[in-house]
């Protein structure tokens, strides 16, 4: 296997894995574990978007380009995973899942 990929998966099709640039979801996924709240309801996607935008490198992300896409993916990855979760609310909220559950 490649470096430059890694492998996610989706909340919403279980079982089913697709390969993304690795360096691009290690910096959603930082920057999103680092902006997220560990309670809930936590943010609104949009909210998470505009928090999180100042913190992805800009050799990868110019201008916040396809930040949207990466971070739906990266979203469904870490749900997939367990470590972050939405709150029953509408529209998606995102907290940080509480460690062991």
Not at 8 to 29: C, D, L, Q, W
Not at 53 to 60: I, W
């Amino acid at each position: 296997m490649s470096d430059d990929k890694i492998e996610i998966e989706n909340i919403t099709s279980p079982g089913r894995t697709e390969r993304v640039n690795r360096a691009k979801y290690e910096a959603m996924r930082d920057a999103l574990l680092a902006v997220l709240p560990d309670t809930a309801p936590g943010f609104k996607v949009p909210e998470a978007k505009a928090a999180l935008l100042p913190l992805l490198p800009e050799a990868l992300f110019p201008g916040g380009d396809k930040a949207g896409w990466w971070l739906k993916a990266v979203q469904l990855d870490l749900e997939a995973k367990g470590i972050i979760k939405r709150a029953p609310t509408k529209p998606v909220q995102l907290h940080l899942a509480a460690p062991g559950k």
